[in-house]
């Protein structure tokens, strides 16, 4: 298979303009609407070949973004199976989701500059990164917090099963309810952070997020560099370093990174790949991340599978190689995020043999199972979502 070609003609036929935005859809018939990290990783791939259309990409995503500075993470531009998504009032969820934007606002412009878009954006790229810094850390600890396990990105993830009271074999509907009766206590309390920090159901400081979050705010301030706008850079420096040392403060156990949840901040201890994702923004050192890597990402009793990186330990309770019918699922599967997360954190250390096995179980899993949503660590079939964007990533991932 000409997985490049391939990967380009799925783009394009995923992708839809309504109003005169343009955007790209995850799958056409699982997910008919624009997701916020999905867009992104669009966004990053399309930079690389067709920067006009990543560049609509960002735009269309931002259209919507709140008074407030939030940008939802998922924008429903056509009508369809909305009681699936129930996230949301008028035409988009209320809800965000990792905020990836700066970066792949930088990735755009670092591979085809383009006076103004940059300057197009900046304003509310600079507002959403306050949102997250200021109104989603109302006790000032600098992590950012989430309200909903699909803000994490990895909406079923057993790493939230504690704060839901989630049993380790609960099925994909019985979650999606958890998730839904969320979202109904967050609009009863108008999703008032400082209240919901306090007394809600599900506060969570997540270690995905709060990387995301660092890398992104030093993407953020070359980008305000650029634009010689002094204050938006400082800003942004300020934040990425406060928010990495307080994830060391908070979030690191000795070993590795783990979240935490409630106003106490418990650890929450399903042992997840999310350990494996602070690699992405270097908040490892060089012998933390040695360790982790020899001793824990290619351990074929917890997460190294033939077919890749397990997005949860083979030994949790809760693991389960198959997704739900045919949803996805984030017990046990394989995801390209998380390998494209993974394989630029062990670029970014020099373990460059290590980033290659990625890569080739990235290929491997396409070559066997096509353009799916998540894939069987065990025997490397699809599950979930047909023609799904996030295979496309592997543009992305050159040796
Ligand atoms: C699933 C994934 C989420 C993604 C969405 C659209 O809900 O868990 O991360 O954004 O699908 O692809």
Not at 2 to 15: G, M, Q, S, T, V
Not at 136 to 147: F, K, M, V
Not at 180 to 207: I, M, P, Q, R
Not at 296 to 314: C, V, Y
Request: charged share 25%; with cysteine; aromatic share 14%.
């Amino acid at each position: 298979m000409d997985i490049p070609a391939e990967a380009k003609k799925l783009l394009e036929a995923n992708r839809r303009t309504t109003d005169g935005h343009q955007y790209t859809v995850p799958s056409i018939e699982h997910y008919p609407y624009q997701w916020l990290w999905d867009s992104c990783f669009h966004a990053i791939i399309l930079a690389q070949y067709e920067p006009e259309a990543a560049r609509a990409e960002l735009q269309s995503l931002l259209s919507r973004q709140f008074d407030d500075g939030m940008v939802p993470h998922i924008i429903y531009w056509q009508p369809g199976p909305l009681h699936f998504f129930r996230w949301g009032v008028e035409g988009t969820s209320s809800l965000t989701q990792p905020p990836m934007i700066a970066y792949a606002a930088w990735e755009i412009h670092r591979r085809a500059s383009e006076q103004g878009f940059l300057e197009s954006i900046y304003e509310q790229l600079l507002a959403y990164y306050k949102f997250l810094v200021e109104k989603r850390d109302p006790q000032g600890e600098h992590l950012a917090g989430i309200i909903n396990p699909d803000e994490s990105g990895e909406d079923n993830s057993p790493r939230f099963d504690e704060p839901l009271s989630a049993p380790p074999d609960i099925g994909y509907l019985a979650h999606h309810n958890l998730r839904e009766k969320l979202v109904d206590e967050n609009t009863a309390n108008n999703f008032d952070v400082k209240w919901l920090s306090e007394h809600g159901t599900f506060w969570v400081k997540d270690v995905l997020f709060n990387t995301v979050l660092v890398e992104n705010l030093r993407a953020l301030s070359h980008i305000a560099s650029i634009l010689e706008h002094e204050e938006g850079e400082q800003f942004a420096n300020r934040y990425a370093e406060l928010i990495a040392s307080a994830m060391r403060k908070k979030l690191f156990d000795g070993r590795a990174f783990r979240s935490v949840y409630g106003i106490e901040d418990r650890p929450l201890r399903a042992n997840t790949w999310v350990k494996f994702a602070p690699l992405f923004a270097g908040l490892y050192s060089d012998e933390e991340a040695r360790r982790l890597v020899k001793e824990e990402l290619f351990d074929e009793t917890t997460f190294w599978s033939s077919f890749g990186m397990r997005t949860t330990s083979k030994r949790e309770a809760a693991y389960r190689a198959e997704g739900f019918a045919d949803h996805f699922s984030w017990r046990g599967p394989v995801w390209m995020v998380p390998h494209w997360f993974v394989y630029h954190g062990l670029q970014r250390y020099g373990f460059t043999d290590e980033a290659a096995r990625i890569r080739e179980k990235c290929v491997a899993l396409i070559e066997h199972s096509g353009f799916r949503e998540c894939f069987n660590p065990e025997t490397g079939e699809g599950e979930g979502a047909q023609g799904f964007t996030w295979g496309a990533l592997i543009l992305d991932m050159n040796p």
